[in-house]
């Protein structure tokens, strides 16, 4: 499995998170990425499995697994205001295709974390996590086993 980065920026194990939904493996284990992007892209082909009314989460399924693209944390308080998702439930998507764009100044505006969390939704297997690079560029791999 491949799961390509959706942004550029730095990228950290999501245990550092804080939240403990997220730091816990609670949904699943993933990344990270700090990142000023506006532009978010598909870390992976696959078909939108869901897309949150709030709009700050996306997620894409491939195969056995399914991949949540989720931006900030209790940014679902803000109603879908920092967000345009380009994708609907049901849609096929295409890898580095953008799936969203998100205005991150409102966010911190709102004094709420603006990191895109990547996760793999129910798999808990750390060792996907070894060897991630800790800068991206978009596209660039993250997750390679």
């Known amino acids: 499995m491949k799961i390509y980065s959706p942004c550029k920026g730095k990228v950290q194990d999501v245990k550092f998170v804080d939240d403990k939904v997220f730091s816990q493996y609670m949904m699943g284990i993933g990344f990270f990425i700090k990142t000023d992007d506006k532009d978010i892209y598909a ?26 693209v989720h931006v900030g944390l209790d940014t679902c308080h803000l109603k879908g205001s920092p967000f345009k998702v380009l994708v609907n439930e049901g849609d096929t998507v295409s890898l580095n295709q953008k799936i969203m764009e998100v205005d991150h100044d409102l966010i911190k505006e709102n004094d709420l974390n603006d990191d895109v969390i990547v996760i793999i939704i129910e798999n808990k297997d750390e060792t996907l996590l070894q060897g991630m690079p800790d800068e991206v560029e978009i596209g660039d791999v993250v997750i390679n086993h």
């Open 43 to 68: 870390p992976i082909e696959g078909e939108v499995e869901f897309v949150a009314d709030t709009k700050h989460a996306v997620v894409i399924k491939t195969g056995d697994y399914s991949i949540m």
